[in-house]
């Protein structure tokens, strides 16, 4: 919920952010979002940037740029755990790094970084790559006499494509895709070695974290586990600043 304009988000078990306006007794729809593929279980707003934090069930995090109204601006793949609804984050301006806990893991990603926002995903009734029906494509495939192939899309550049076309695998941390996603074989020939190197870091929590708090000025992060653990983390060669006088690891 955003006090200052009064809109409120809403995310939903069909993957859906609806914006909605707050007024007196009354409540309006202002546009919905879709880009996640599961539900959502996590929503974190920024009030001085504008931007809005989602994270779903299919293991991705969402940056929206509300203020800019430019919609999906960053997709971010590489979470090993589906991001529940204890997910917490905390957006620095500085040093532009989203840091964020699921399972068992703690995640920062470095947003600074030269980043592209991830490709729509194309419609298509044929291969768009060597033009084979897809198996519902049943006018083609009576056509051409061949049997339907299924349908997948390429990561890097959202075409439609069949297995045979999309053989590769990779990493591409500049889409935000931290392990191994399907790339056509065109596109995995254009990804460079230097291209694969991670734009995130992920530490062991060593317990089910059930939610987080970060105090940015002393570079400090504090963990609540369903163990009933607390823990305190330096985050100090995250975020870049000093720890606090008087506070010693133990």
Same mark, same amino acid.
């Given at each position: 919920y955003d006090h200052e304009?009064? /809109? &409120?988000?809403?995310?939903?078990? @069909? *993957?859906?952010?609806?914006?909605?306006?707050?007024e007196q007794n009354? #409540?309006?729809v202002?546009?919905?979002?879709? *880009? /996640?593929? *599961?539900?959502?279980?996590s929503l974190w707003w920024d009030p001085v940037q504008r931007l809005l934090f989602s994270g779903a069930s299919d293991h991705s995090i969402i940056m929206w740029d509300i203020g800019g109204r430019k919609g999906r601006t960053l997709l971010l793949q590489g979470h090993q755990y589906v991001m529940e609804s204890y997910f917490s984050s905390c957006l620095q301006p500085e040093q532009q790094s989203l840091n &964020?806990? @699921?399972?068992?893991?703690?995640?920062? !990603? $470095?947003?600074?970084? #030269? $980043? $592209? #926002? &991830? %490709?729509? !995903?194309?419609? @298509?009734d044929s291969c768009q790559k060597c033009e084979q029906p897809f198996f519902w494509n049943i006018k083609q495939m009576w056509d051409t006499k061949t049997i339907g192939l299924r349908q997948h899309h390429c990561r890097k550049c959202g075409q439609a494509v069949c297995g045979k076309c999309s053989t590769k695998r990779s990493s591409y941390p500049i889409m935000g895709f931290e392990f191994q996603v399907r790339v056509c074989d065109s596109c995995f020939e254009s990804i460079k070695d230097e291209d694969r190197t991670s734009l995130a870091t992920f530490h062991e929590g060593k317990h089910n974290i059930s939610h987080m708090s970060m105090d940015i000025s002393r570079g400090l992060m504090v963990t609540c586990g369903s +163990?009933?653990?607390?823990?305190? !983390? +330096?985050?100090? %060669?995250?975020? *870049? #600043? @000093?720890? &606090?006088?008087?506070f010693s690891s133990r």
């Amino acid at each position: 919920y955003d006090h200052e304009t009064q /809109h &409120a988000f809403v995310g939903d078990y @069909s *993957g859906q952010i609806t914006l909605l306006k707050l007024e007196q007794n009354t #409540c309006s729809v202002i546009t919905t979002l879709k *880009g /996640h593929e *599961g539900s959502i279980t996590s929503l974190w707003w920024d009030p001085v940037q504008r931007l809005l934090f989602s994270g779903a069930s299919d293991h991705s995090i969402i940056m929206w740029d509300i203020g800019g109204r430019k919609g999906r601006t960053l997709l971010l793949q590489g979470h090993q755990y589906v991001m529940e609804s204890y997910f917490s984050s905390c957006l620095q301006p500085e040093q532009q790094s989203l840091n &964020a806990c @699921s399972g068992n893991i703690a995640y920062s !990603w $470095r947003l600074k970084k #030269c $980043r $592209r #926002c &991830a %490709p729509q !995903w194309l419609e @298509s009734d044929s291969c768009q790559k060597c033009e084979q029906p897809f198996f519902w494509n049943i006018k083609q495939m009576w056509d051409t006499k061949t049997i339907g192939l299924r349908q997948h899309h390429c990561r890097k550049c959202g075409q439609a494509v069949c297995g045979k076309c999309s053989t590769k695998r990779s990493s591409y941390p500049i889409m935000g895709f931290e392990f191994q996603v399907r790339v056509c074989d065109s596109c995995f020939e254009s990804i460079k070695d230097e291209d694969r190197t991670s734009l995130a870091t992920f530490h062991e929590g060593k317990h089910n974290i059930s939610h987080m708090s970060m105090d940015i000025s002393r570079g400090l992060m504090v963990t609540c586990g369903s +163990d009933r653990i607390v823990k305190i !983390w +330096d985050m100090t %060669p995250v975020v *870049g #600043c @000093s720890l &606090a006088t008087g506070f010693s690891s133990r």
